[in-house]
């Protein structure tokens, strides 16, 4: 397989020159996907919040919330483990766009707790243990980021894998949380259109062949011909591919609501 790093001219290629590419029905989804954001703001008023990865996806949604003053509240989960090129879009979202970020760690403790037991590689040992860091690091803060709210917003996308190729754009947990996914039936090339178009701020590590950023040493570089999330969990089974933060037993809702809803 082929490794992107090496190509002739592709450390001088960006992400936007790699991929974005305006498609037939790009506009009728960006116009979807708004209205499925006021709609979350609309029934969840004061309740909803996107958690935003800071990856690609995030980053146009978070464009779109403040773009279009939808009162959809931003928090995103600072691990501890993350690339320094992720926690720089901390503060460009928030001079860029006037909006706070709600910023979820980890409990000290807890992480202090769990690299004594089984040592920083533990996520490399087996899958439990790399789970287990996921809980620590991700599961329980974004449990606090979703307390006392009724409903989130993901940057979910059918493409990114096959755990995600039939997810709709809205469906409801067990707990009765609505969780909305506006960019499910977007393309890679539509996020990167969209990104182009509206100079959306982006992680530096797109440029770098990271099509899916999670924390730092469970991210590496894809090559050509592997596919979206194959840099994530790289020595993990295709099927073991979640961190536990999008599987769930959620159901989508009835057949006449999965439709976007109508334009304003």
């Known amino acids: 397989m082929t490794d992107l790093s090496v190509l002739p001219g592709a450390a001088r290629a960006s992400a936007i020159e790699l991929y974005a590419r305006k498609t037939t029905g790009h506009e009728f989804r960006v116009e979807a996907a708004i209205q499925w954001l006021k709609r979350a703001a609309e029934q969840h008023a004061g309740h909803v919040v996107l958690a935003n990865s800071l990856g690609a996806e995030d980053m146009v949604l978070t464009d779109l919330i403040a773009r279009h003053q939808i009162p959809i509240a931003i928090g995103t989960l600072d691990t501890g ?133 999670g924390c730092a040493p469970c991210t590496r570089a894809i090559a050509v011909g592997e596919e979206f999330r194959a840099g994530r969990w790289w020595w993990e089974d295709e099927k073991a591919k979640e961190c536990g933060l999008h599987v769930s037993t959620a159901h989508p809702v009835d057949a006449a609501q999965k439709e976007a809803p109508a334009h304003a």
């Not at 996921?134 to 009724?150: F, T």
């Open 81 to 213: 483990a993350l690339h320094t090129e992720t926690l720089a879009l901390i503060p460009k979202i928030e001079q860029r766009y006037g909006l706070k970020v709600e910023v979820y760690r980890p409990r000290e403790e807890a992480v202090v707790q769990f690299v004594r037991r089984n040592g920083e590689k533990a996520m490399y040992q087996s899958l439990e243990l790399r789970k287990g860091c996921c809980q620590v690091r991700k599961l329980e803060p974004l449990g606090r980021m979703l307390e006392g709210r009724s409903a989130w917003v993901t940057g979910l996308r059918h493409e990114q894998s096959r755990n995600r190729s039939d997810m709709p754009a809205h469906e409801i947990e067990p707990n009765g949380r609505a969780k909305f996914n506006p960019l499910v039936d977007w393309t890679w090339a539509d996020v990167w259109h969209y990104i182009a178009s509206h100079d959306v701020p982006y992680n530096d590590l797109h440029d770098q062949f990271m099509p899916s950023i």
